[in-house]
T-cell receptor
Framework: DAKTTQPNSMESNEEEPVHLPCNHS???????IHWYRQLPSQGPEYVIH???SNVNNRMASLAIAEDRKSSTLILHRATLRDAAVYYC?????????????FGAGTRLFVKA | EAGVTQFPSHSVIEKGQTVTLRCDPI?????LYWYRRVMGKEIKFLLH????????ESGMPNNRFLAERTGGTYSTLKVQPAELEDSGVYFC??????????????FGEGSRLTVL
């Protein structure tokens, strides 16, 4: 099964960039890389996704390695509201349809 | 527009009892998913509905779990009889039709189940 590996936790200072790494060495050619985050007492929420090329949106940037075995979520300026668990996820095509495979997540602490 | 709503937010039951969790997806979202996270573990897929049909139920742990989505609107997940290891947070998510593995999933806040 495809899986992702992330550090358990990371810490950042407010207003500084944050780079959240993820390894997904077993990724297949059609698997998409998604990132979600979970704020306290809420369900996961979408952040960004990509296949091969780097992606930018209003929330973050996603840098995908050329061999696609790893990716990095970049928060350009961390705020206190960005403190959350960030999940690196693979969306894979399986026999039953598209599956979402969660990693363990990285808990991001943001210091004022 | 209302998001995905789940009820109850927290349920505490005795081992052997029955609990039914409900999920109301975003209107128009044909895809509905159930996930759960048990203590200390990763969020795991349970099953996927497309409208009222079960597209994939490979993640359902055993036959004590029954999911339904009559009429293709809201869904229920019943656990009968509940066991201690069923404790955890059950998440529901929905997505628009036809987006494959690029579509954004919209999650509810989850239903926390505690089995004593």
């Amino acid at each position: 099964d495809a899986k992702t590996t992330q550090p358990n936790s990371m810490e950042s200072n407010e207003e500084e960039p944050v780079h959240l790494p993820c390894n997904h060495s077993t990724i297949s050619g059609t698997d998409y890389i998604h990132w979600y985050r979970q704020l306290p007492s809420q369900g996961p929420e979408y952040v960004i996704h990509g296949l091969t090329s780097n992606v930018n949106n209003r929330m973050a940037s996603l840098a995908i390695a050329e061999d696609r075995k790893s990716s990095t979520l970049i928060l350009h300026r961390a705020t206190l509201r960005d403190a959350a668990v960030y999940y690196c996820i693979l969306r894979v095509l399986d026999t039953g349809g598209f599956k979402t495979i969660f990693g363990a997540g990285t808990r991001l602490f943001v210091k004022a | 527009e209302a998001g995905v709503t789940q009820f109850p937010s927290h349920s505490v039951i005795e081992k052997g009892q029955t609990v039914t969790l409900r999920c109301d997806p975003i209107s128009g979202h044909d895809n509905l998913y159930w996930y759960r996270r048990v203590m200390g573990k990763e969020i795991k897929f349970l099953l996927h509905f497309v409208k009222e049909s079960k597209q994939d139920e490979s993640g359902m742990p055993n036959n004590r779990f029954l999911a339904e989505r009559t009429g293709g609107t809201y869904s229920t997940l019943k656990v009968q009889p509940a066991e201690l290891e069923d404790s955890g947070v059950y998440f529901c998510a929905s997505s628009q039709p036809g987006q494959g593995n690029t579509g954004e999933l919209f999650f509810g806040e989850g239903s926390r189940l505690t089995v004593l």
